[in-house]
């Protein structure tokens, strides 16, 4: 790939004491100094390389755009003017930049390996990407500017074991924006990159890693492990404060009458005092439906929630941060729950497939929710009822919605 200027990692380099304590200041800000913009435009992502554009104002597809095959994760831009959209199908390289000014494709760039999960910073100047696949038998690494949409840096990394299936999965940016948490499944490892020098450091998961959640005062870092026939499945908590980042927390699942068990997301309510973790089910077993509530600050579970819907995967908060929308793998149900009461309040069925994501409006009124039976349904958020839905015309449309910078799938900016 001509436009790659390659730089392989032979060893992982160490971050410096000094260099960790310049950070700290910037990460203990609750929120990244970027104001957000909320597009009046939700974006929806198809595997089938489409992205819809839907006009919340009408509720009419405004565009169709061209993607890349698996393309069902995306990131939008502080100020709402672009997505980056991977695509992650079997022998996709794509990365594809989506102009919401112009509502057109401004770039394709090819990364690597199957992109998974191109992530923006908090600041809005770079993109972060990682990979499904190994390239030339290493994680890849690649960063993107924002301001030209070329090629900042590409870090290769050097793994022992064979992969076990994909070999990374999500990512997120500490809120200074300076440092990229990613995860490498091969060998069951954190990985942290600092971008002012692109040095690299590891740190052990104690199972497949699968999703860092970086805390809203910045000093922790929350890891969702899947869990393995030695392991169970749960989290285990990073000080970000310390230079060796040492482990200051680590909780199991409590699964309790759970039919199969896999840990996958988990997130901050939006005040910060709870952290939700959900029960999917591993491969194709997708029979999970706990979501677990534990305390930020003791690190101590509190309560569980079983919802109807099977193989829950996502908690996506309201903007009021009142209540959560648990989205699934196994089956059309969402579930709706009360964040103070921590109770569910209803279950809806919606849709002929299974659930996707969600995302609101920002005065919380209105959900749009996908579903793989390619529709986006609008949920009016005091009735609990779906009011529209908007079709597309293709199925495997149960992927992501976009109308807002996030430094995660499901929490949403704090003021």
């Not at 392989?8 to 160490?14: A, D, F, M, N, W």
């Not at 698996?70 to 100020?79: E, F, H, N, R, Y």
């Not at 000093?219 to 980042?245: A, S």
Request: aromatic content about 8%; charged content about 20%; some cysteine.
């Amino acid at each position: 790939m001509s436009e790659i200027n390659r730089r392989e990692v032979i060893k992982t380099l160490g971050l410096t004491a000094a260099g960790l304590a310049v950070a700290q200041s910037g990460q203990e800000a609750q929120a990244q100094a970027t104001p957000v913009v909320w597009s009046d435009y939700v974006v929806f992502l198809n595997a089938n390389a489409k992205a819809y554009v839907v006009d919340t104002r009408t509720d009419q597809v405004v565009a169709s755009l061209d993607t890349a095959r698996g393309a069902t994760l995306g990131s939008m831009t502080p100020d709402a003017q672009k997505v980056y959209v991977s695509g992650a199908a079997e022998g996709e390289t794509r990365v594809v930049v989506l102009d919401l000014q112009n509502l057109r494709v401004a770039k394709v760039l090819q990364t690597g390996n199957r992109p998974k999960h191109g992530l923006v910073s908090p600041n809005g100047q770079r993109v972060g990407v990682d990979h499904w696949g190994l390239s030339e038998g290493k994680l890849r690494l690649v960063f993107i500017r924002t301001a030209d949409d070329t090629i900042e840096q590409v870090l290769e990394i050097p793994v022992q074991n064979q992969p076990k299936g994909v070999t990374s999965m999500h990512n997120a940016w500490s809120w200074d924006s300076r440092y990229f948490y990613s995860v490498d499944r091969v060998d069951d490892r954190l990985i942290v990159v600092d971008t002012t020098d692109w040095s690299v450091r590891t740190f052990r998961s104690p199972s497949v890693p699968h999703y860092p959640c970086i805390s809203p005062d910045g000093k922790e870092l929350w890891l969702i492990h899947e869990g393995n026939n030695q392991v169970k499945p749960g989290i285990v908590v990073y000080d970000l404060t310390k230079p060796d980042l040492p482990v200051i927390a680590q909780m199991d699942m409590p699964l309790i009458g759970e039919e199969a068990v896999e840990a996958h997301h988990g997130n901050f309510t939006q005040d910060g005092r709870y952290f939700m973790a959900l029960n999917r089910g591993p491969g194709n077993n997708l029979r999970g439906r706990e979501v677990a509530f534990y305390s930020a600050r003791s690190k101590r579970l509190l309560h569980r929630v079983s919802c109807a819907s099977t193989g829950v995967g996502h908690a996506y908060n309201t903007p009021d941060g009142r209540r959560a929308i648990a989205t699934n793998y196994g089956n059309n149900v969402i579930t709706v729950i009360d964040i103070a009461g921590l109770r569910t309040l209803k279950d809806l069925v919606i849709g002929k497939g299974r659930m996707g994501h969600v995302v609101f409006t920002r005065d919380g009124r209105f959900g749009y929710v996908s579903n793989a039976d390619g529709n986006l349904y609008k949920l009016d958020m005091r009735s609990l009822q779906v009011v529209k839905t908007i079709e597309t015309g293709q199925t495997s449309g149960g992927g992501q919605v976009v109308n807002v910078w996030t430094n995660l799938f499901e929490e949403l900016p704090r003021a």
